[in-house]
């Protein structure tokens, strides 16, 4: 089955360091990536969209890369703020009219 | 903050109660999806709409029903709650273009707790 996979293991970094996220993608090929941010008791916030013809996307201190060989994406937060804290989900979406697929999440926690 | 809604956020019920989940969306969107999402576990699709009269099942089998009458308004509704049915439920919605990558706005969730 179609499957987004992200590292499950909470990833804790100290304030300033560049946090670096992992998204995996099996048995099928999205025409795009896309990356929410959640945070306790709340729903997820989109941050970022990549297409599959896309490297690279950047949005202030964000980074997400999106290399079809590997089938993998990496999120980067550069400039580690404990604000960051959340859990960062990965989602691929197909054609247009086809539902969006998630990961399961990766948590990160900044500490000053 | 997308102008999406849900009420309530938290709801604690008996088991058989008939419980309906709301959502509303400012914003226009024509699409509109109910997700349930439990700690740690990806979101999983259980119904969603393209517009006013349409009502599609999601991958998660589900015992619950959407209605879509209003563009903005989209409930859930379960007749007999059970305790498998404790879980966050999330309501998000999209703009629906052909061809479009659709980004979606999620509202703040409804935690259900089924006893």
């Known amino acids: 089955s179609q499957k987004i996979e992200q590292n499950s293991e909470a990833l804790n970094i100290q304030e300033g360091k560049t946090a670096t996220l992992t998204c995996n993608y099996t048995?099928?090929?999205?025409?795009?990536l896309q990356w929410y941010r959640q945070d306790p008791g709340r729903g997820p916030v989109f941050l970022l969209l990549i297409r599959e013809n896309e490297k690279e996307k950047r949005k202030e201190r964000l980074k997400v890369t999106f290399d079809t060989t590997l089938k993998q994406s990496l999120f980067h937060i550069t400039a580690s703020q404990p604000a960051d804290s959340a859990t960062y989900l990965c989602a691929g979406g197909g054609q247009a009219g086809t539902a969006l697929i998630f990961g399961k999440g990766t948590t990160l926690s900044v500490s000053s | 903050e997308a102008d999406i809604y849900q009420t309530p956020r938290y709801l604690v019920i008996g088991t058989g109660k008939k419980i309906t989940l709301e959502c509303s969306q400012t914003m226009g969107h024509d699409k509109m999806y109910w997700y349930q999402q439990d700690p740690g576990m990806e979101l999983h699709l259980i119904h969603y709409s393209y517009g006013v009269n349409s009502t599609e099942k999601g991958d998660l089998s589900s015992e619950s029903t959407v209605s879509r009458i209003r563009t903005e308004h989209f409930p859930l509704t379960l007749e007999s709650a059970r305790p498998s049915h404790t879980s966050q439920y999330l309501c998000a919605s999209s703009e629906y273009k052909t061809g479009a990558q659709e980004t979606q706005y999620f509202g703040p969730g409804t935690r259900l707790l089924v006893l």
């Open positions: 048995n099928y090929s999205p025409a795009y």
